[in-house]
């Protein structure tokens, strides 16, 4: 079960930090954002093991993952944010390896909307 919290709105240029809660140890973490009217996108992955973090080109060097192990929480912390970052954000986990193959997660949790103003 996957919990993500922390939207909202914030102005252009503003911060936000995401967090998403595990009920148990996967093998890695994903955030993903859906913004109106379009495709749902991948943001970020971050493999527990080894603690990588991959992100996709348009938030690379805005968005940074982190964890806390003892909470088992991933977070997706938000700098300068943009109106185009506007979206359902969504957290989700993979139970093994495979998901470097096939980019399919496991498990979803509910989304959570960052409204981002101009």
């Known amino acids: 079960q996957l919990q993500a919290s922390g939207g909202g709105l914030v102005q252009a240029g503003g911060s936000l930090k995401l967090s998403c809660v595990a009920s148990?140890?996967?093998?890695?973490m994903g955030w993903f954002r859906q913004a109106p009217g379009k495709e749902r996108e991948f943001v970020a992955r971050?493999?527990?093991?080894?603690?990588?973090?991959y992100y996709v080109d348009s938030v690379k060097g805005r968005f940074t993952v982190s964890r806390d192990n003892a909470k088992n929480t991933v977070y997706l912390q938000m700098n300068s944010l943009k109106p185009e970052d506007t979206a359902v954000y969504y957290c989700?986990?993979?139970?093994?390896?495979?998901?470097?193959?096939?980019?399919?997660?496991?498990?979803w949790g509910q989304g959570t909307l960052v409204t981002v103003s101009s």
């Open positions: 971050h493999i527990w093991s080894s603690g990588s973090t």
């Open positions: 148990g140890r996967t093998y890695a």
């Open positions: 989700a986990a993979a139970k093994s390896a495979t998901v470097l193959l096939t980019k399919k997660f496991d498990y």
